[in-house]
């Protein structure tokens, strides 16, 4: 399920980019199995109606549910609903700041992705829960630590969120991977010139190399360009509209 989460998002993101119809059938076909593949928990586990929920592979299935939805294909809003009372579940606080793995708790990178998969799921930017979690993120930012995954998360998260945070988190995210970017300097490995080294670093916890680091730098970078935000505010007003598509 994390290969296909992860494969429905390319697939769905290009549907919605394109409105290719030769795309539109196959990506609807990776959203019917992301839903068919829900198990009792309302999550997601590593392989199909799995027999517990896996906060990592549920937030790439969610994001791909989500790419699908406003790319005009079709998700049953009682999918979303299970998520819901899944992330209940899983939450770590009354107010859902934090969130486990694969149970309750307040994990660093599942924390990032719990409040992602609320923000998709209609959580505001005055609703409690969020607050305090933008500011648990807000406590960790770039470069405190070497976590690309959280750090691939969070930055969607507090973007969506906007205001301050964003702008606070946004130069330290975007300098610190310039920064790490190849340069090309070593001359016997030309080729990884443009590159990002997955050494010292943890990607996800399951042995990443450069090409996953890549991937989830560029994703992040990439931030402003995939997604518009979830929410506008109105200039010098107090009043937050959301503007997510579907929900």
Known sequence: MYTHGIASIAICEAYGVTSDPMLKGPAQRAVNFIVESQNDTGGWDYTSKGATADTSVSGWNVQALK???????????????????????????????????????????????????REYLGWGPRTPGLIQGIGRLMRSPPPNG??????????????????????TWNPKMRDMLIDLQDQGADANRRHQKGSWSSAGWDVG???????????????????????????????????????????
């Open 67 to 117: 790419s699908g939805q406003m790319g005009g294909l079709q998700v049953p809003k009682e999918t979303f609903v299970k998520v819901n009372k899944y992330l209940d579940t899983y939450a770590g606080d009354p107010v859902g700041s934090s969130y486990g793995y694969r149970s309750p708790g307040a994990a660093h990178a599942c924390s990032a992705i719990g409040l992602l998969c």
């Open 146 to 167: 070497k976590t690309m995954y959280y750090y691939y998360y969070a930055t969607q998260v507090v973007h969506h969120y906007g205001g301050a945070e964003w702008t």
């Open 205 to 247: 916890g399951y042995g990443g190399g450069r090409i996953m680091m890549t991937s989830l730098a560029l994703l992040t970078l990439e931030v402003y360009y995939r997604h518009l935000p979830l929410y506008r505010r109105e200039m010098g007003g107090n009043k937050d509209l959301n503007v997510k598509e579907g929900l």
